[in-house]
């Protein structure tokens, strides 16, 4: 009888960690886990599976449109920047998956002078990015996981050395049929201005 019950114990526990390891593939942080992994192994066909490139960047623009700093842009007209912007997203959404696939592939950003140009000059959106969460941020940890239905909130804390202090970068992704894709930096407008109030403290 003994021997059943344990039996059934061992039973109930390889199910449990069945359904967990299921229910981990299948969620936002395994999609992140398996970028990083596209990342390191120069994958960019699936690291686009789970990043869209294109959305992200978009709502980037979107966010900081009215801080031109965070493009390298001077905003003294923020206004005129920000209709600027907007219709040259779609083709700064475009350099920004060409900049990212160059990233990816040699694990290295392309250099300025080679980058597309635009009627605003020539326009990094890794740059932008960098501009976002700091230059020499460390990533530390998964924050939280806050899922609602084929939505997910994924908070990645970041240390910033330089500063002595850390940041959360929420990432915005969408349950895609079979896997989570990353679609947008959530809180980059935040962020751009959380970066800038450091950047007068130091």
């Given at each position: 009888m003994k021997k059943v019950v344990v039996l059934l114990v061992l039973l109930g526990l390889l199910a449990g960690g069945y359904y967990y390891y299921r229910r981990l593939a299948a969620g936002p942080t395994y999609a992140l886990m398996?970028?990083?992994r596209a990342f390191k192994s120069h994958d960019v066909?699936?690291?686009?599976q789970y990043v869209d490139v294109r959305s992200v960047s978009?709502?980037?623009?979107?966010?900081?449109?009215?801080?031109?700093a965070a493009l390298g842009l001077?905003?003294?007209n923020n206004l005129l920047l920000q209709g600027a912007l907007q219709v040259l997203k779609p083709q700064l959404s475009e350099i920004a998956r060409q900049e990212v696939q160059q990233l990816v592939a040699s694990g290295a950003a392309p250099s300025p002078d080679k980058m597309?140009?635009?009627?605003?000059?020539?326009?990094?959106?890794?740059?932008?990015?960098?501009?976002v969460i700091g230059s020499n941020s460390q990533f530390k940890g998964i924050s939280y996981v806050r899922q609602?239905?084929?939505?997910?909130?994924?908070?990645?804390?970041?240390?910033q050395p330089k500063y002595d202090t850390t940041v959360v970068v929420e990432l915005k992704m969408l349950h895609e049929g079979d896997h989570w894709q990353v679609k947008e930096i959530a809180n980059a407008r935040e962020l751009v201005k959380r970066l800038a109030q450091l950047?007068?403290?130091?």
């Open positions: 398996q970028a990083a066909a699936a690291f686009e978009s709502s980037l623009i979107n966010q900081v449109a009215d801080q031109g001077p905003s003294s597309p140009s635009t009627p605003l000059g020539k326009i990094s959106v890794l740059g932008a990015v960098g501009n609602e239905g084929e939505e997910a909130l994924v908070g990645l804390e970041l240390d950047k007068k403290g130091n």
